[in-house]
C-alpha cells in the first residue's frame, strides 16, 4: 500500500481532487491569508507562485503522500487542500494537516473534508493511525478535528515563539478501530444515534 493512486472523493458540499499546476495562484492567495498565517506561519521568503507551481505540478508523482484539493461541489471553486504525509509503511500511520482559506470558512467544508480523507484513509487504504499536530490556540481547528474523532494525546508545552509570546502544540490521533465505530461521527455514536457513512460516499481512482 501507498499513495500511488490518486483519489477524486466527493461530498455533499466538497470534491478532494488531484491538484495540478494551475491550482498555484489560488493557493498562493490561501497561503498568504492573514488568517492561514496566524495559525501556520507566514510562508518563508524563499516561496513563490513559481515554486508553488512546481509543488502542485509534482504532487501527483509522490507516491509516499496525498495532497487533494479541497474545492467547491457547486461551481469547482478551490478553497482549500487536505494532506496525508509523513507516512510509515511498517506502522501503517501518517499525519493529517488540512488548510481551508476564507472562502471555505464557516460553512462545514473544513469538517466534511477531514471526514472524506481520514475515512479514505481508514477505509480504502487500510492505515492503522493518522495523527496530526495543531496550535493550542487554533480553537476553529480543534474543533473540527475533535467533531471528526480525533482524540487528544498530549501537548509540547511552549514550542515556539509567535508575535512574542510562547504558543503550545496539541498532539492528536485518531485510530482505525475507533474509526470503524463511529465513522468521523463520534458525538452521533455516544449519543446512540444511527452513524452516517462517509458524505457522498462516492470515491473514484485516477
Known sequence: MDFSVKPLLTGDKTV?????????????????????TRFTGSPPRELTPQVLRDWYGTRGARPDRLDLAVTDLADGELLGEVVLYDWEPE???????????PRGRGRGVGTEATRLIVGHAFEELGLHRVQLEAYAHNHRALRVYEKTGFVREGVRRE?????GVWVDEVLMAVLDHEWAVHRGHPAAHRHGDSVPGRPGAAVTAR
Request: glycine share 2%; aromatic share 8%; charged share 40%.
Open 16 to 36: 478532494l481532487r488531484p491538484f495540478t499546476e494551475a491550482d498555484a495562484e489560488r493557493m498562493w492567495e490561501i497561503v498568504n491569508d492573514p488568517e492561514v
Open 91 to 101: 506502522n501503517r500511520s501518517c499525519t493529517f494537516r488540512t488548510l481551508i482559506g
Open 159 to 163: 514550542v515556539e515563539r509567535r508575535d
